[in-house]
């Protein structure tokens, strides 16, 4: 109601209680536990399918679209025959549930026409990237989980108004 | 609220606020192109925030701040000096918007008295913090880059591990989240200026010595019955706080009093919507209060000087039902409220419960009470409750807080009643505390899994080899 109020973005600019990220879409996580857009790359981390305790690191970067899949060891994925493999193709799939098709796609400069899905609009050629920094920012992540809770009161999230999924 | 008592609130802006306002503003547009390259304006904007101080305690400290920055000496200690003079005119804003706003409610506030000094400091990376913001000030919001929002990593990462640092540790995660979403800022057409300096000031003042950081100590420890009016829950990528607004009615009779509760948990930005509510699960007797809507029998439950009580689960049993619109009838004209401390003094603090009957709903959402028409803040419902813009719209009944921002008065509701084939029902931001109760929610949580369990079973066994 208040972005949409007479003088739009110049309301905004006297307002302290405005959203500035775009909330993400819930969706499911056991495939792809984390995707991020940051580092001027789509990254994330997919689990094995048949191995629990192994994961996948897969980035596509913007721009170039130079797509990378190995193991959080950095060891190649064996699914990159030339073209992404399916954890690359599962990393986009669940970037595109998690920020909306159109965030993405502006991301990582892609023109992906209506109905096509975002993996098959790339043209990057397969390049090494960096897997540890990925993981472990996939671990600084997974380490939230674990900071106590606090009946302490934090008014500085006053400025954090919780607010409705944009369907 | 009445009719009466909004037209009181909505008659004219407190005396002084507009002025004071200028003068943030002035410094705000300064953060904006950053302080390294001050044109002359700007320059003259800090001298005129300095100047609004000029016949008090602090006004030699903000002058020589503010030349001292205009002629390119940007020192943590002028910016301290800055913050602070921008910290308290906002402060004396919120002074003027609450008086005006207890005036209007006929609602008393006890005085401020300091409760014991918080335990001993914790420390925690304070240089690293205020370096980091200074690099924010000198290069201004449009000039912020990957590179200098990512050297908050470290530096919140520490700071999350310092308990007593837990507030500056929220704020400064969710302020670079909306910087490095924000980027390349250089070409973003509207700016969030009023929103990211009061961030960055809060910062400042957090990251000073001065302010401790130790456990707080209480004021007091209370014991009785709880009464909810309702949850405001505060969320960002990677903490939810839930907080509860109640009235305490202390055992042995005595005034009931305004109080605020609840709890703060670490998540992260793909734990959302309905499935937040499982990460607090240690608060059972909470959790079952809000969603089964019945009052909590506390025990001592230390009484912070901020009103705020700190939450402990072992000292709090669920009791009989009550109705967040029964004890606003009941208790909301004679409760106390409590004092602010200095440090919360500011607008976006400002968040008093209220009841509102008797309106006819506009078609842009707002409430007119004949008297005058509040806006109804519909984008501020969170999306872990039933409570929807349509139901609001389709109300007759609504517990809420009352907000201030950007010059107008707003209501958030956490309540409302409506009729239903009859019948009155009654909707709640908490109502799903224990997990939706709604068909579709509960399909769509089918659907999403729980990410909460996926993410456990993840940390489990990846992050300890
Ligand atoms: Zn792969």
Redesign the interface.
Known sequence: ???RSPG???????????????????????KV?F?EL???RLQGVV?SGSD??R?YVSSIAAGTHAYNCSTNNNRPCGGLYGAPCKHLRALAAEAVL?YGPGRVARYLRADVPEGADLIDCLDGAHEPAPAAMVFSR????????????????????????????VA | MLAVQLAALLDGDPEGAGEALDLVTGFDDALVHGLARLAEERAEALAALAGAFADTPIGGRLAEAAAGVASGSITEDHLTALAGGRAALLGAVHDALLADLDAALGRERAPWSAGPEPEDDEGGPLGGVRSWLRELAITGWRGVDHDLVSAADQVVEALLAVPGRRRLAVLLDGLAAELRASCPIGTMEHLPVRRWADLWTRAVLLSHDAVPSGAPRPAETVSGRLLILGVDVHEHGTAVQFQVHAVLEPTGGGRPRLVRTGVTVAKVDTITGPAVWKLPHRHGALLTALADRRCLDVTDLPLLDSGDLLWDDDRALPGKPADPFTTARLHLAGALAPAVPPLDRVPVRVAEPVLVEDYRVTKDGSFDLGGGVLAVDTERLPACGPLTPKLVAGSTACVGLIRWDGGRWLLQPLAVQAKAKKETVEVATGDWALGPTDPKAVKAEARAGDPVAVLRERAGRLLRK
């Open positions: 109601m208040i972005e739009g973005g110049a309301v905004r600019e006297h307002l302290s209680r405005v959203r500035v990220v775009p909330p993400v879409q819930p969706r499911k996580l056991a536990p995707v940051a580092d001027g689990s629990i305790s994961v998690q996939f671990l600084r992540h997974l380490a939230y989980l674990e900071v106590p809770d606090t009946g302490v009161p934090i008014p500085e999230l006053h400025w954090f108004p919780a607010s409705g999924t």
